[in-house]
């Protein structure tokens, strides 16, 4: 019986694996989407990076990073919309800070002046991978 739990757990773990490397390409162009998206969108202007959080996982990356800013909150809040609104992205205010959203992607921001905590974040499914 024990041999039997054993063969499952392993056949479980390996099914698991096996999906992640016969669609490495379609995670490794999401994981690109969302360095490309943090790029282009989340870093604040006048800012020094203090802080890396960021890791790497099999089918996404999770980008977590503080900054310190010269800016007022109102200045960033400002910044931020005129950089997500034209191209797109939905905002939402919440007790934490500003939550932006387009397509399966979500960027938290974090504004407690002198810092800016950036996350960006795949939120859609796997659509039967």
Do not use: C
């Not at 739990?5 to 992640?20: C, K, P, V």
């Not at 989407?33 to 960021?54: L, M, R, T, V």
């Not at 997500?84 to 399966?104: A, C, L, M, Q, S």
Request: hydrophobic fraction near 35%; avoid cysteine; proline fraction near 3%.
């Amino acid at each position: 019986m024990k041999y039997i739990i054993t063969l499952i757990f392993i056949l479980f773990i390996f099914e698991g694996m096996g999906t992640i490397i016969f669609h490495s390409d379609v995670y490794d162009a999401r994981k690109q989407e969302e360095w490309s998206a943090f790029q282009k969108y989340a870093i604040p202007p006048d800012s020094e990076e203090i802080k890396d959080d960021s890791f790497d996982r099999f089918k996404s990356v999770y980008i977590i990073k503080e900054y310190h800013v010269k800016n007022t909150k109102e200045s960033l809040e400002e910044y931020y919309d005129k950089k997500f609104k034209p191209n797109g992205w939905n905002k939402e205010v919440t007790e934490k800070g500003i939550v932006y959203t387009r397509g399966d992607l979500r960027i938290k921001i974090y504004i407690k002046i002198p810092k800016v905590t950036v996350r960006v974040l795949y939120v859609g499914e796997d659509k039967d991978i």
